[in-house]
T-cell receptor, first 115, second 118 residues
Framework: AQKVTQAQTEISVVEKEDVTLDCVYE???????LFWYKQPPSGELVFLIR??????QNEISGRYSWNFQKSTSSFNFTITASQVVDSAVYFC????????????FGTGTRLTVIP | KAGVTQTPRYLIKTRGQQVTLSCSPI?????VSWYQQTPGQGLQFLFE???????NKGNFPGRFSGRQFSNSRSEMNVSTLELGDSALYLC?????????????????FGEGSWLTVV
């Protein structure tokens, strides 16, 4: 069975600090996809990244970086030099079936960046 | 390029009524899926449509239904509303569900419809 665990319910950091959001997943499939989404108060889930299970390269996009480690089933997300605009709820999600669009979401981590 | 559009954004219904929510996917996207978000259960998959056919369904009662039209627009319906149906309903679209490896074929969400059942 599939499962996504985001153990950090809430995190508060002071602006300009770095912060890492943890995501641990469980799946029996060898091919799967991992996602991170950001949800501001408006409700929309904003796509941040998609990672395929066969591509373990870490990725950096501006202040955002992702560390994918299949050995520990983790897909962690780091924000460098956090800003107030980063305050939101962040969700990690897993898709097992390449032929389906049903995502399994973690419970989310609420990040508050204090000015 | 317009994103996923959902209407209405906010609505209040009375227990026992029914509600229909609408979703227009990103232009060119043919796959639409629906999710329910509540404080207690988090984000849960409702169903997915592609080419006007329901391809997957989550673990929700039959009161929850949906459909997709030939232009890929989708609607979901909840009949005999219960207080527990109060939630944010999110629609998502993607090019096609078949080739997730295709660059750019990711899943984009709309702003959602906030439903309150009183």
């Amino acid at each position: 069975a599939q499962k996504v665990t985001q153990a950090q319910t809430e995190i508060s950091v002071v602006e300009k600090e770095d912060v890492t959001l943890d995501c641990v997943y469980e799946t029996r499939d060898t091919t799967y996809y991992l996602f991170w989404y950001k949800q501001p108060p408006s409700g929309e889930l904003v796509f941040l990244i998609r990672r395929n299970s066969f591509d373990e390269q870490n990725e950096i996009s501006g202040r955002y970086s992702w560390n994918f480690q299949k050995s520990t089933s983790s897909f962690n997300f780091t924000i460098t030099a956090s800003q107030v605009v980063d305050s939101a709820v962040y969700f990690c999600a897993l898709s097992e079936d390449a032929g389906a669009n049903n995502l399994f979401f973690g419970t989310g981590t609420r990040l508050t960046v204090i000015p | 390029k317009a994103g996923v559009t959902q209407t209405p954004r906010y609505l209040i219904k009375t227990r026992g009524q029914q509600v229909t929510l609408s979703c227009s996917p990103i232009s060119g996207h043919r796959s639409v899926s629906w999710y329910q978000q509540t404080p207690g259960q988090g984000l849960q998959f409702l169903f997915e449509y592609f080419s006007e056919t329901q391809r997957n369904k989550g673990n929700f009662p039959g009161r929850f239904s949906g459909r997709q039209f030939s232009n890929s627009r989708s609607e979901m319906n909840v009949s005999t509303l219960e207080l527990g149906d109060s939630a944010l309903y999110l629609c998502a679209s993607s090019l096609t569900p078949f080739d997730r490896g295709l660059s750019g074929n990711t899943i984009y969400f709309g702003e959602g419809s906030w439903l309150t059942v009183v």
